[in-house]
């Protein structure tokens, strides 16, 4: 067992301390473009200015004969570009794959002054974070970086989901994580061929009539993910780190990309990952809190300004609780505030 006490120091000599709080910024997409790809490449540094996270992918969707081409294509972005307060992440390969150890030694030594997040697809327990940790410690030690580089892990094998609070408790550096449902769907021998969202044959259906048995009956689609969605949120938020939805498949289904992804947000979720540039909208709008949820939970906190006892609002019962509820809404209003001048106006800022 390792001493509470060493938790906060650097694995490697040289490296930097370990980060006590993960930094939290707006991040209501992840927006996942391919490095390999000449066309999405040039488009890089625009499409930064309109997102909270942009993610170079060079796992899955990447072919096998443009993994290094799409790795040397990172490099080169993040060396010239600035994104400003637009986040820079990666998804490297898995730790099973003959790129993971290249895409690691290659990023951090180049450009690892540069990337917030690596993103660490099917990750399968701790074990997985203490070697990704320690390596990771010797290549910034190695490259003189004065800030640690975070770890998002993508929750997307049977395996991963049934030890998420303990790779959510393994290492300082764990920033967040991500549903994964295209490849724990496969993992876990689950009947769907979709990537994120319902599916018609997940449902439960309302009892026959007794007056009228041969009646048709109301059925309601149920949602696949709420189980790996909820276990997810909560370890993260059990160790300060962000939960976020993932890749919703249905590019041509933006109404039933839009209630994923509330869902999401509605339990916990900050973000979620943009797929097409049509999906940075929707998460925005989603990710972002209602104005007027934010005005009644102004509303709130001004009625309790310490934060504690009881008072009726519209009829409405308030005390710490609901004062707790209400700033978890301003307090995000204010976060996204600072970065979109609309919505600070919106929300009164
Ligand atoms: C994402 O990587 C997924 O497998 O859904
Ligand atoms: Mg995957």
């Not at 990023?107 to 997985?128: S, Y």
């Amino acid at each position: 067992m390792r001493s509470p006490r060493d938790f906060f120091k650097p694995l490697a000599i040289g490296a930097p301390a370990p980060l006590r709080e993960i930094p939290v910024r707006p991040s209501r997409m992840i927006h996942f473009f391919d490095p390999s790809n000449p066309r999405m490449a040039d488009k890089a540094p625009g499409i930064a200015a309109k997102v909270d996270i942009l993610l170079g992918n060079l796992e899955d969707a990447v072919p096998i004969d443009r993994k290094e081409a799409a790795r040397e294509g990172l490099v080169q972005i993040a060396r010239d570009n600035d994104f400003g307060d637009t986040q820079l992440w990666t998804r490297v390969n898995s730790l099973d794959s003959p790129w993971f150890l290249d895409d690691v030694t290659r990023l951090v030594g180049e450009v690892g002054d540069k990337l917030d997040v690596i993103m660490l697809p099917k990750v399968q327990g701790p074990w997985d974070i203490h070697y990704v940790d320690q390596l990771l410690a010797q290549l910034e030690a190695k490259a003189a970086l004065q800030r640690p580089i975070l770890l998002h892990c993508i929750l997307e094998t049977a395996l991963g989901v049934a030890n998420v609070e303990e790779i959510a408790n393994a290492s300082p550096r764990i920033q967040g994580m991500s549903l994964g449902p295209a490849d724990l769907a496969a993992s876990r021998r689950m009947k769907t061929t979709r990537v994120g969202g319902g599916h018609p044959g997940y449902l439960v259906r309302n009892d026959p009539d007794p007056d009228n048995p041969d009646a048709p009956r109301a059925s309601y689609q149920q949602d696949l993910w709420h189980y790996t969605i909820g276990r997810m949120v909560d370890a993260c938020a059990g160790v300060g780190a962000l939960a976020f939805y993932g890749p919703f498949g249905a590019i041509d289904d933006p109404v039933a990309c839009e209630d994923q992804f509330r869902n999401a947000f509605l339990m916990g979720c900050v973000g979620t990952w943009s797929l097409h540039p049509s999906q940075i909208e929707i998460a925005k709008r989603v990710f972002s809190p209602p104005p007027d949820e934010v005005a009644w939970a102004k509303r709130v906190l001004d009625a309790m300004p310490d934060g504690s006892g009881a008072v009726m609002l519209d009829g409405k019962m308030q005390d710490d609780a609901t004062w707790k509820q209400c700033k978890v809404m301003v307090d995000l209003a204010r976060l996204i505030a600072g970065k979109d001048p609309d919505l600070r106006e919106l929300y009164g800022f």
